[in-house]
């Protein structure tokens, strides 16, 4: 049978690590409808280092079996982790060298891992990760991409998979996660029925959707601070650069330079990606139509607006309003 080991950090999601176990119960229920046999089950263990009760951090006690070097699994699934900051998560991870080892030595073996969210930084201290390709949550993007520079992190893909190495974006993609380790265990027709069954939206691919295009940066430039409330203030109207600079009383090109020495792009495309930004804002949230959204950010034609807004959510703005939009009862 294939046999699972659910990795149980202290402070990981419950709802990740009995989920995972969850969905691989529904697994088991289909194969038993099916008159499948006992050796196709799946089983698993919720081990940890030590073994006893594990806290969630939720504070629910997870119990756990300890770490048998000696015991080989088909698969390791790695769940997220509550991150309380960078210090904080530092630390954690300083704790989890006999973890990367263990999960060395059963990739090693021959066992599949699959780490979810902050997992697949406990995933990329094994080293495994260098050269291949790998995501991980969209907001801690610049923390793995300093920790692990090595790893081709390709952030716009919700699930990815190399050579028996499986990550996943943040938390609640493990639903996404878990019916691909089914598929690639028992098959596409048994993950599909854990799909339907769970309600669980596998044709959900990417995480760009999901990722904001306005750059929430920190900075303590006067002169950028300035330009940016303009150009919040003038956002639905034809700007120009000189326009922008004249209200600073400042040149054009001191303006661009200083811009982008703090925000990493002109004030144009900062403007850009602020109108988009509040496009999807307004789609998430307002009753006004896709029309009357592009003449408030500062467009005139709609056609380019949704080539503009497909290129940079990977959506166009009806289907975007369509799975996001924050429907209200009355």
């Not at 992190?153 to 996660?177: F, H, K, N, P, W």
Request: some cysteine; overall charge positive.
């Amino acid at each position: 049978m294939p046999h699972a080991a659910i990795l149980t950090l202290d402070q990981c999601y419950a709802s990740t690590a009995a989920g995972f176990a969850d969905i691989l119960n529904v697994a088991n229920s289909h194969l038993r409808l099916a008159q499948a046999p006992v050796s196709a089950y799946f089983h698993w263990d919720f081990v940890s280092a030590a073994g006893g009760p594990v806290t969630a951090s939720n504070g629910l006690p997870l119990q756990t079996h300890p770490l048998d070097t000696r015991q080989h699994y088909d698969l390791v699934f790695v769940p997220s982790v509550f991150y309380g900051g960078s210090r904080e998560f530092d630390h954690f991870l300083a704790q989890q060298a006999g973890a990367s080892e263990w999960l060395l030595q059963q990739w090693k073996a021959g066992a599949w891992v699959a780490a979810n969210c902050t997992g697949t930084f406990v995933l990329a201290q094994t080293g495994l990760l260098n050269k291949r390709v790998a995501t991980t949550t969209w907001w801690l993007e610049r923390q793995f991409r300093e920790r692990f520079p090595e790893v081709d992190l390709r952030l716009q893909s919700v699930v990815t998979e190399d050579d028996r190495l499986m990550c996943a974006g943040a938390s609640a993609s493990y639903l996404i996660q878990t019916i691909r380790v089914i598929e690639r265990c028992a098959g596409p027709v048994l993950a599909s029925q854990c799909a339907k069954t769970m309600l669980i939206d596998v044709s959900q691919v990417s995480q760009i959707p999901y990722l904001p295009l306005l750059a929430r940066k920190q900075h303590s430039d006067a002169l950028v601070s300035r330009a940016q409330q303009w150009l919040q203030r003038h956002m639905s109207k034809r700007v120009r650069m000189t326009d922008l600079a004249k209200a600073l009383a400042v040149s054009d090109r001191t303006l661009i330079r200083r811009f982008r020495a703090v925000m990493n792009q002109t004030p144009l495309v900062y403007l850009q990606e602020l109108r988009l930004e509040t496009a999807r804002a307004l789609l998430d949230s307002s009753s006004h139509s896709v029309e009357e959204i592009v003449v408030q950010v500062g467009y005139s034609d709609v056609s380019s607006f949704t080539r503009l807004f497909r290129q940079r959510v990977g959506l166009s703005p009806g289907v975007y309003r369509e799975r996001f939009h924050m429907k209200t009862e009355g």
